[in-house]
């Protein structure tokens, strides 16, 4: 259902449409102590990815793909609602690593 | 209509000129949960572009054009009453994704 | 009489002279409803440019002329009096987009 | 009296020494109505220039000359008292426009 | 059990995913006196490096490389639970020194 | 005396380590009316000039030299004590004019 | 003993590690007049040295080398540990002179 959406929204420059994975949620809630002077980072999987920046006449290539399980900072990005599904939009600077 | 208003006013640089879209209003009424530490996201079209920034001699060009549909946050860029008709004047770098 | 002090301004690097225009703050006082979370734009006409700023050896060429009517935010530019008469002076780079 | 001090300052990189315009003071007493929210801008004649900044090997041409009439805001520079005769020190991009 | 988990997390960019040491943790506390008004610096292994960020069209070479013992501020990166296992993502530049 | 323990200080890139001259004090005890909406400026002779800070592989030549007199705002720079006798070390940015 | 714990310590990039000298403490103690709206400076000798910082698939050279006894500002840098010693990492930066 996410890729259903997802193919409906294509992001600008170096964003990143992200479906945030509920099964993360749940499994931090089992093993993270949270540290409140740290920033929560969440876990989601990417649907939809820009083209890339444009800097000095070239786009820079994106590193994350459509598929890649992402990790990104809990106040990172804009929330929005496409058809009644939840996905968040990112700035590739925003994420931190891809999960394999 | 849009396009009536829109036709008076070319955006400078990097700038685009967009009608808030009603029917997203609404849509979002309906299904959006809000969440008060993002900032809401708002529909709307484009009726005007602007050339584009200009970036060492050139012109950066744009990735948005005239009739597309596109997402912004909520409080970006500046509103503009031309005969009546509310339109926004953003920055290119302020739309997140378009949508099809 | 805009023509006749404005004669008397040569605006540095990327400024231009702007005759705030009257029509429009009536116009907006008829149709503009005010919105306290956006800044309110102003309009005003062109009477005098500056010759670009300069990056890497070259001037970058201005996109106002003199004569444009001009869509700016309301905090923008400093305003000066030359001869009794109130311009305004702002960085091209405020100017949010020329109307005809 | 003003080049007398004046010709003891060589400002540095983008810099002017501009000897504020006491008529300018008495103009603006008589026809400038104050605008809070707008920072009050001033007239001074320019009585000496530095050579430009250094940028990539290359200096910067200065666009202001000595004998000048210039206007600048309020609060910009720094004053400078030379010989019992007050100064002001700008940068070039302080400056706004150059009167004739 | 480090190199179980960090294989599973690629950085993205210039970061650095370091699993922070627990020796160092008891080593200061022995031997460090608390200056409240220097940030306390923490030592850890690098589990897994990015690939650099890009620059013009290379990428910048990362100087630390998996195995090394680093040490880096206290409240520098975001920290990541994934199996269990907490580690902290970090850009390079947040990294103060390698430790041999 | 300024020499004597001036020669002992090399200051780095852009830095120029100064005296600060007691006449410009005394002088402008004398002259100066203060005005509090602007920081006041002081005078010091160069005792030392650092190589320039460097820039695309190359140096940016230092418009200051030893033994010119300088003005340069108060609150810029760090007060540094060499043998008893009270230097400033400013960024070459700080100083505003050279005087003769 | 400092170069001991030195040699375990490579900094990244432009910094520098330092042994904060403990008569510099002493001399400042009897000479230094504190002045609050000045930051307090501190010697140190430099005891490791970084590669430099990549600039342009370059590295910009260090200015500053092992040995080296410099001048820095009080609240720059990070502390740390090792073996016991207390050091300080600084970026070069911060390192306003070197004192010979």
């Not at 964003?15 to 499994?27: G, I, L, N, T």
């Not at 106040?75 to 939009?89: A, F, P």
Request: aromatic content about 4%.
């Amino acid at each position: 259902m996410a890729t259903q959406s997802a193919a409906k929204v294509a992001p600008l420059a170096d964003r990143v449409v992200v479906k945030p994975s509920e099964e993360a949620e749940q499994m931090r809630g089992g093993l993270y102590i949270p540290d409140t002077a740290k920033e929560k980072p969440q876990q989601g999987s990417v649907v939809a990815v820009g083209p890339g920046r444009f800097e000095k006449e070239t786009r820079v290539p994106m590193d994350v793909k459509v598929g890649d399980k992402i990790l990104y900072g809990k106040y990172s990005g804009t929330e929005v609602t496409i058809d009644g599904e939840q996905l968040l939009i990112l700035r590739e600077s925003d994420v931190l690593a891809v999960i394999s």
